[in-house]
């Protein structure tokens, strides 16, 4: 067994390849036409997703269209304010 800082080491230089494999996976196993293995690897996940979700009720829908409203009031308000320079912004400027 490696050192505990060399397999710290390892293990993050190879999590962006299980990070990317596994993204690629899932979207495959989300397409409409895909070959079964992919629906079969990503089983697991999807059951567990339907154990850990459920859609918002009432209250949680209008606490979110109230917040959103807000933040978009707001942003209004302050639209005046804000400091937008267009890209690419020249050194003159």
């Known amino acids: 067994r490696p050192p ?8 993050l230089a190879i999590t962006p390849l299980v990070a990317g494999l596994s993204y ?3 979207r495959k196993a989300g397409q409409d036409k895909c070959h079964p293995i992919f629906r079969w690897v990503a089983m697991p996940g999807k059951a567990l997703q339907r154990l850990t979700t459920r859609p918002p009720d009432d209250s949680q829908v209008r606490v979110a269209i109230e917040a959103l409203q807000n933040v978009i009031e707001k942003d209004a308000s302050h639209q005046d304010e804000q ?3 267009q890209f690419p912004v020249s050194a003159t400027q």
């Open 24 to 26: 690629e996976i899932i």
């Open 83 to 85: 400091n937008v320079h």
């Open 4 to 11: 505990f800082f060399q397999r710290i080491a390892i293990h």
